[in-house]
């Protein structure tokens, strides 16, 4: 069973910057692309950005390009999403998603029916 951890969560004024991570353990996690998703109230969950198994290939979801960016840690087994000049929009609980399949390729990153594990979500909030 594969448990995700994220943290980091708060609350920030608008133009400033958070950092999430999100502690993966119970599986080789150096397999497995993970991802960081979004969900604002009313909302659908929606992709924000991923990190292929090896950390060589990031996406990210146009409204976060150049703001955010997805790194992670094989030793540590932790993905993290650094987010600079944050925006009200931006206001959401995040998921981190560790992806089902082994060595995927980016084609289905931002698909969320193709993370098998998720993690509880932790809120950011963006004041304006």
């Known amino acids: 069973q594969v448990q995700l951890v994220e943290s980091g969560g708060g609350l920030v004024h608008a133009g400033g910057s958070l950092r999430l991570s999100c502690a993966a353990s119970?599986?080789?996690?150096?397999?497995?692309?993970m991802s960081w998703f979004r969900q604002a109230p009313g909302k659908e969950r929606e992709f924000v950005a991923a990190?292929?198994?090896?950390?060589?290939?990031?996406y990210y979801t146009d409204s976060v390009k150049g703001r955010f960016t997805i790194s992670r840690d094989n030793a540590k087994n932790t993905v993290y999403l650094q987010m600079n000049s944050l925006k009200p929009e931006d206001t959401a609980v995040y998921y981190c998603?560790?992806?089902?399949?082994?060595?995927?390729?980016?084609?289905?990153?931002?698909?969320?029916?193709?993370?098998?594990?998720w993690g509880q979500g932790t809120q950011v909030t963006v004041s304006s």
């Open positions: 998603g560790s992806h089902r399949r082994a060595y995927s390729d980016g084609t289905t990153y931002s698909r969320p029916g193709e993370y098998d594990y």
């Open positions: 119970g599986r080789t996690f150096s397999t497995n692309a």
């Open positions: 990190i292929s198994y090896s950390g060589r290939s990031s």
